[in-house]
C-alpha cells in the first residue's frame, strides 16, 4: 500500500555514554535530528500545531540532559539504536492518540550516522485487518438489512 505523508522534524540536544565491552565511554554531546515520517488516519483539515506540541513536549524532557541519568537510559544502553525504539514507541502513542499513523522514524546522532526503523510493513498489515474488519462490517449490516 502507498502512502501520501509528512515528515516532521525534531531537535534534541542531549549527551550519552555508552557501554563498549563492559567498559562506560566518556559523556558527549549530540544535536541529535529525529525525523516522522506519518499519515494521517481521517482526511480534513489538520492542525499540526497539536500534535507538534505533544511531541515536542516529549523531547523536551530529554533536552539539555545527559540520558543516562534519564528513564529509561538510566537502566539499558543509550545507543543510536535503543534510543530510536524507545522514542519510536512513545512518539507512536503520542501520533495514535491524535489519529496519526507513524510509517518511519529516523534517528541522527550526527548528519553522517543514520539509524532508520520502517514501520511501513507493519502498517500494511494493520491497515488490511482495518479494511477486512470494515467489509465484514458493512456485508453484515447488508445481510441485517436484507432480513428485516
Known amino acids: 500500500m ?9 531537535y534534541l540536544n542531549a549527551r550519552h555514554a555508552i557501554y563498549i565491552n563492559g567498559r562506560l565511554g566518556d559523556v558527549h554531546p ?3 535530528e529525529i525525523i516522522l515520517h506519518v499519515t494521517k488516519l481521517k482526511s480534513g483539515f489538520i492542525r499540526f500545531g497539536e500534535v507538534e506540541k505533544q511531541i515536542e513536549d516529549f523531547v523536551d524532557s530529554y533536552q539539555s540532559k545527559t540520558l543516562n541519568d534519564v528513564e529509561p537510559f538510566d537502566k539499558i544502553n543509550p545507543t543510536l539504536e ?3 525504539r524507545y522514542f519510536k514507541d512513545r512518539i507512536q502513542v503520542i501520533l495514535n492518540a491524535n489519529g496519526w499513523v507513524l510509517l518511519m522514524l529516523e534517528i541522527s546522532e550526527t548528519p553522517a550516522r543514520t539509524y532508520v526503523l520502517n514501520l511501513m510493513d507493519e502498517q500494511d498489515s494493520y491497515a488490511d485487518q482495518n479494511i477486512s474488519t470494515l467489509t465484514d462490517m458493512i456485508l ?5 438489512g436484507v432480513e428485516d
Open 2 to 10: 502507498r502512502y501520501q505523508q509528512y515528515k516532521f522534524k525534531f
Open 30 to 32: 549530540h544535536t541529535w
Open 82 to 84: 535503543n534510543c530510536a
Open 140 to 144: 453484515d449490516e447488508i445481510n441485517n
